[in-house]
């Protein structure tokens, strides 16, 4: 489910994302410059926080979940992973965010459990569509899903 090309696309996007928050704190931090050359106190220190303002904001807001993300693909590749088969229940629709990263609740009834297990699906990977029943073997890394398959019966 995970290619070398999303790790690439996220690190590209965190990197564009590092630059646009550089341009911003240059372009704000020059205004201060400017004003501490002319000799505008008022020009100085309004730039000054403006500088700190958009650069904090900018790097919440945007840069920060870049990084989440970007760690997040990059634990995939190395972390370790654990296989279940059971039974599938259902995947929600609604997005939320667990760990920084937005994802769809997906549950799964393993054979061996009474409860149904909790697993997270990317909300950037397209969903599979699985009927409630279908029995599909999945592979997690924690509770987010590497890899799902389902399980034909020989």
């Not at 630059?19 to 000054?48: D, E, K, P």
């Not at 950037?124 to 590497?146: A, H, Y």
């Amino acid at each position: 489910m995970y290619t070398e090309e999303d790790k690439i696309r996220a690190k590209q996007g965190l990197t564009r994302m590092l630059i646009i928050n550089l341009i911003i704190f240059l372009g704000t931090l020059a205004l201060s410059v400017v004003g501490m050359i002319l000799r505008y106190q008022w020009l100085a220190m309004g730039g000054l926080a403006l500088c700190l303002c958009a650069t904090y904001c900018f790097l919440s807001i945007k840069t920060t979940p870049w990084y989440k993300y970007y760690k997040f693909i990059k634990d995939m590749f190395e972390g370790r992973s654990r296989e279940t088969v059971g039974n599938f229940v259902e995947c929600s629709d609604e997005t939320r965010l667990a760990d920084g990263v937005q994802v769809h609740d997906f549950l799964v009834k393993p054979d061996d459990q009474e409860e149904n297990l909790l697993y997270y699906w990317d909300d950037d990977k397209p969903r599979m569509q699985f009927k409630p029943g279908d029995r599909v073997k999945v592979t997690s890394f924690g509770r987010f899903v590497r890899d799902i398959a389902l399980v034909t019966e020989e």
